[in-house]
């Protein structure tokens, strides 16, 4: 594996630490947000390293029907990413459908969207 990656990324210092962080550097993170003892939303993410940056990758973020709509996503995403910004994160990644209302709330909170193309095959 170390030799592959070797190949691919040139130095071998850099594909150890490189596999390193792909084995062990995934630190997940669940962020609850309660009304009145409810749950009402959540973000989960995972952390990772990535040479001498930290990035985080959400999974899933949601706030309850009949709660969305009036504040609480954005009040939600305002402390995680203080959270994060405060344990040493330099960036955020997340996947969102190009055609959803959830893109225009993450567009609102400041994402834009990256070159890369999610690909897909079905296996059946
Ligand atoms: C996307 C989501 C987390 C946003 O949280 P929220 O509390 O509804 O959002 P806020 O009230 O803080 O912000 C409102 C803005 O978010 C956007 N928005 C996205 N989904 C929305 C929804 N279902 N209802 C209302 N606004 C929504 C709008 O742009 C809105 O701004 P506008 O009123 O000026 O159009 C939440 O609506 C949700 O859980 N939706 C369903 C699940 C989902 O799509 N999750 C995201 C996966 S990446």
Do not use: P
Request: one cysteine or more.
């Amino acid at each position: 594996m170390k030799k592959a990656y070797t190949r691919r990324n040139g130095r071998k210092e850099k594909a150890l630490i490189r596999l390193k962080e792909l084995f062990y550097g995934n630190e997940g993170y669940c962020f609850v947000m309660k009304e009145q003892g409810k749950t009402i939303g959540f973000i989960f993410a995972r952390r990772q390293q990535w040479g001498n940056e930290h990035a985080v990758n959400v999974d899933d973020m949601t706030i309850a029907r009949g709660f969305q709509g009036k504040g609480r996503g954005a009040a939600l995403w305002k402390y995680f990413e203080n959270k994060m910004k405060s344990a040493g994160v330099a960036r955020i990644y997340l996947l969102v459908h190009v055609k959803s209302r959830a893109m225009k709330f993450h567009r609102k909170n400041g994402f834009w969207k990256m070159g890369d193309v999610l690909m897909e095959k079905i296996l059946k």
